[in-house]
């Protein structure tokens, strides 16, 4: 199970980090991955890291803002949004990729995130 929180309201310019906690049994899984949906689109990858290597892969409009960390002893990824924009604006999901490689196959419920301009 994944727990998304940290969403919020906040200016334009202003940071947030979202949170995603693993719990329950565990799962074949070989990243975690941030993924976005603002009104009106389709949902968008936004950043990843993969367990074993550590590799951070992030989106072009994210690059140099957003920042994907991880803390195993708490069993949560997290996403430092900084210098956020109205484009920003959307629900932000984590997921885990697996059991099958390159699939995100567990989602959590979404967080809201509102820039305003």
């Known amino acids: 199970q994944l727990q998304a929180s940290g969403g919020g309201l906040v200016q334009a310019g202003g940071s947030l980090r979202l949170s995603c906690t693993v719990s329950?049994?565990?799962?074949?899984?070989?990243?975690m991955g941030w993924f976005r949906q603002a009104p009106g689109k389709e949902r968008e990858f936004v950043a990843s890291i993969r367990w074993k290597v550590g590799l951070l892969t992030y989106a072009d409009s994210v690059k140099g803002r957003f920042t994907i960390s991880r803390d195993d002893d708490k069993e949560t990824v997290y996403l430092q949004m900084n210098s956020l924009q109205s484009e920003d604006t959307a629900v932000y999901y984590c997921?885990?990729?697996?059991?099958?490689?390159?699939?995100?196959?567990?989602w959590g419920q979404g967080t809201l995130v509102t820039v305003s301009s």
């Open positions: 329950g049994r565990p799962v074949t899984s070989y990243a």
């Open positions: 997921a885990l990729e697996g059991p099958r490689l390159g699939l995100y196959e567990y």
